[in-house]
């Protein structure tokens, strides 16, 4: 996505050789009409797959994942992150491990939110491990619900987390994939696909 | 904002005589045309205040928050919390007791976001107590801004929140403004304002 990679180039802070900051429109400033897009992209890529619900996580998931929601008109779940849950009533739960901040933390969505019959998209703005998406996949599971596939913001492509998911078979879209931020320089991975 | 009232009435879950729980549209899922409606609310309701960014909170302010932003077309920050902050540099905090959680939070908001010539619309999910939006006017008074006044979509008008900001002479919007809680029924507050 053209507008998205412009915006990483401009305003993107690569802070080592694996650390992208973009602090300025998504993780904690958020440019709106740049999250609209966005949201209209993912629409537009997962039109024809039935989606019920979007399920994405607190808290730099939510802009993305709403502007999703509101082209595609379903409502959009966020699974909340805590340090360790007591009451896990009524709750899915999954561990999810932050390699960024080393601590682990449990995810939870409350089961009156996803069901049997939904066909779930899930967003989220950063795939680089993995760990996040996988206790969100996990928590689907629980379910027992449909995947219809993960829309991401900005995949670290060259760590190993897009590898994990889609070799187990699941559809990965992401808007800017990043290749490398050796040198302190962004680059893309080559997309076949035309924009 | 009668589109609000009605959704509250219909899917709000009185647990106590002041625990509103609001999951299915706010909290947890997102319902994402009515926070269209809600972020139009608040656009037209400080449409000539001049207002350049709005500051919101992780994580249930976000979602409304962006929705005005993309309607005002400003940048939306969402405030950061944190169980007590070790890195300050370069940050605006304030710290925030949290009467629901008997907990305090250190919030955050970086020094590029919020400058001297903004002009700042606070939007929060809820007003109860005020404490979240009082650390939030805390970070603007340090960061020298503007203060347009304070959003808010669901008001708890029977605690005291409200009052403790309205009295320092700041606008408080609420699109839903609840007087009551009791006998497990929702009494919302008589506007004056024609809607």
Chains 1, 2 share one sequence.
Do not use: C
């Amino acid at each position: 996505m053209q507008m998205l990679k412009d915006k990483i180039i401009k305003e993107g802070q690569v802070l080592s050789e694996s650390v992208l900051k973009v602090d300025s429109f998504l993780n904690h400033q958020i440019d709106p009409p740049l999250m609209q897009a966005v949201g209209k992209e993912f629409a537009e890529r997962f039109k024809e797959a039935g989606i019920t619900k979007i399920l994405s996580i607190e808290s730099s998931g939510i802009a993305p994942a709403m502007m999703a929601g509101l082209v595609l008109e379903v409502p959009v779940i966020f699974a909340r992150k805590r340090k360790s849950l007591t009451l896990v009533d009524h709750l899915y739960t999954a561990s999810v491990y932050s390699f960024t901040k080393n601590e682990t933390n449990d995810i939870s969505v409350s089961k009156d939110f996803l069901k049997q019959e939904d066909t779930v998209l899930i967003i989220d703005d950063f795939l680089a491990n993995g760990q996040a998406v996988l206790g969100l996949l996990d928590i689907i599971k629980q379910a027992d619900a449909n995947l219809a596939g993960v829309g991401i913001v900005i995949e670290k492509g060259f760590q190993k987390g897009g590898q994990l998911i889609r070799e187990q078979g699941i559809r990965v879209e992401s808007l800017a994939n990043i290749a490398s931020l050796k040198n302190g320089q962004v680059e893309f991975v080559e997309e076949a696909r035309t924009e």
